[in-house]
């Protein structure tokens, strides 16, 4: 990962990912929280 250049393209799909990720896993922890 010592890369200098990045292709924004990656840098986005990567931020995307991420981003889908986060989501994800707050939803879910709301979801158990109300379910409990």
Do not use: C, D, G, K
């Amino acid at each position: 990962m010592s890369a200098r250049q990045i292709p924004t393209v990656h840098q986005e799909f990567v931020m995307r990912i991420a981003f889908n990720l986060a989501a994800a896993f707050v939803s879910s922890a709301v979801i158990m929280l109300a379910v409990i």
